[in-house]
């Protein structure tokens, strides 16, 4: 990973308070105003392209219906993805994991690549998500660029099998493994994504003893931002990058990454 100023400002799903989640739109707009890294999410469709979406069906946040990986990327590439959000952003397509890493190529922008459970395959075929993600971001010059995550640790066991080191993290919900730093030192993660909820200070005193990086999720208001940037955190992910910038001006230091 280059050098970074920490705390690190990652806009979840893009710029989701203002913009539709996960669209190239949102990714610009969390760019712009300043995030240092976008959270994204991935899994497969039916023919297996690695696509941006959050949810495991297209209701909610596209003008599709059902599960995704029922659809073939022709067919995804026929929904609009932000219309549902506001009229403005209608026309808004589902991205592929593909042209995002083009933007990211472009803006140089770094990216937090979330790995939805729902592409686990327990077989891990030769072309399973996590190796196709990893061959995209080598093709593209880009392995330096990506945080992968997942809250499913068998991706994260699979990525420290590549050669290619690339970095990863885990992402742990509202309940946590009562020995999680050693989950993580045994995972050797580059950082651990709590809900930030369940954070307390010994833990983040723990993982920094361990040489792991804290990066909560998802933090959306002045007061949780201090708090946690108080508490020590290396970064927040957050819904409103714009906002999280502002607030954590007065902390942010360059810190190399060894
Ligand atoms: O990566 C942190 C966060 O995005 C995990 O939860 O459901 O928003 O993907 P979710
Ligand atoms: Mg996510």
């Not at 596209?62 to 590439?77: D, F, I, N």
């Not at 729902?118 to 072309?127: C, I, Y």
């Not at 940037?229 to 954590?248: E, F, K």
Request: aromatic content about 8%; overall charge negative; some cysteine.
């Amino acid at each position: 990973m280059q050098r970074l100023i920490f705390p690190l400002v990652i806009g979840h799903r893009g710029f989701r308070s203002q913009f539709p989640e996960n669209t190239l739109v949102s990714f610009s707009a969390a760019i712009a105003a300043g995030a240092d890294m976008i959270e994204l999410d991935v899994t497969f469709s039916k023919d297996r392209k690695v696509v941006v979406v959050h949810d495991d069906t297209l209701d909610r946040t596209t003008s599709g219906s059902g599960p995704v990986y029922k659809m073939t990327l022709h067919e995804l590439r026929q929904l609009d993805a932000g219309k549902w959000f506001d009229d403005r952003f209608s026309g808004e397509l589902l991205p592929t994991l593909e042209e995002t890493l083009a933007f990211a190529a472009d803006t140089g922008a770094r990216i937090n690549i979330e790995i939805k459970s729902s592409a686990w395959e327990p077989n891990t075929p030769e072309d399973a998500i996590e190796r196709r993600i990893v061959d995209m971001a080598i093709q593209k010059h880009l392995l330096e660029n990506i945080l992968i995550s997942s809250f499913q640790p068998g991706f994260l066991e699979n990525l420290a099998a590549l050669q290619l080191h690339p970095e990863y993290a885990l992402i742990t919900g509202r309940t946590k493994p009562h020995d999680i730093v050693d989950v993580c030192t045994r995972l050797k993660v580059f950082s651990w994504h709590p809900h930030h909820e369940t954070l307390k200070q010994p833990d983040i005193e723990a993982m920094h003893q361990a040489g792991i990086r804290v990066f909560p999720y998802t933090v959306n208001t002045p007061e949780d931002i201090h708090r946690l940037v108080t508490m020590g955190v290396d970064g927040i992910i957050t819904d409103d990058p714009a906002l999280a910038v502002s607030c954590l001006a007065p902390y942010r230091h360059a810190r190399s990454i060894s």
